[in-house]
């Protein structure tokens, strides 16, 4: 996985290295970080899958809270249509918008 430096904008490998050998920028945590929003988003997609909606809700929250993704909007607007919720289908839609720009 590669990701951006937050620092120099550069590509990095943080599986490969804890700091960015650009900058020397620390990418570990943002790797991690990383890892654990994409393992929520799927944690939600089987949820949905099993008929969870509730708990693919909570993953999808979680994973917007660990990282602001596209996938995570998506998942969270499909979990909230799921569980009719009228108050979090608009929040999810503003949150998918905000990942466009
Ligand atoms: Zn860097």
Do not use: Q
């Not at 993704?69 to 499909?78: I, K, T, W």
């Not at 009719?84 to 466009?100: G, L, N, T, V």
């Amino acid at each position: 996985m590669l990701i951006l430096c937050p620092y120099c904008r550069k590509k990095v490998s943080p599986e490969e290295t804890d700091h960015c050998p650009h900058c020397g920028c620390e990418v570990a945590m943002l790797g991690r970080l990383i890892h654990a929003s994409r393992d929520s988003i799927k944690l939600a997609l089987e949820a949905l899958r099993d008929g969870h909606d509730r708990e693919a809700h909570d993953f999808a929250y979680e994973a917007w809270g660990l990282k602001h993704s596209r996938e995570a909007a998506a998942v969270g607007l499909l979990a909230a249509v799921s569980i009719r919720d009228p108050i979090e289908i608009p929040r999810w839609i503003r949150r998918r918008r905000a990942c466009e720009v």
